[in-house]
């Protein structure tokens, strides 16, 4: 499990760190280069959801569906945004 550092009272993450076979992983408050999805969410508003006005709730997961079916489609593409060969996870 990974754990953004940002603190919120409303977390839980202290009920998991007791079970043997979860590990935690902590990130930083803000770290976007440890944390791809915030770079697929920057491709996703590039190239499908920015400057548009949605007709509704329905327009909106219609579009994000599109966006997301495309960003998935290209394997190379999400290989790379998602990928950190400089990153080692270890056991600690």
Known sequence: MVRAGAPAGWHQASLVEDI???SILKLPP???EL???EQVWSW???HHLAI???SGY???VDASS???IDFVSDVKRVT???SRDWLEVRKT
């Open 58 to 60: 329905d327009d909106i």
């Open 52 to 54: 548009r006005c949605f």
């Open 35 to 37: 944390n791809p999805i």
């Open 66 to 68: 599109i966006a997301w």
């Open 44 to 46: 996703l508003r590039q």
């Open 80 to 82: 790379k945004m998602c």
């Open 20 to 22: 043997s076979n979860v």
């Open 30 to 32: 803000y770290s976007p």
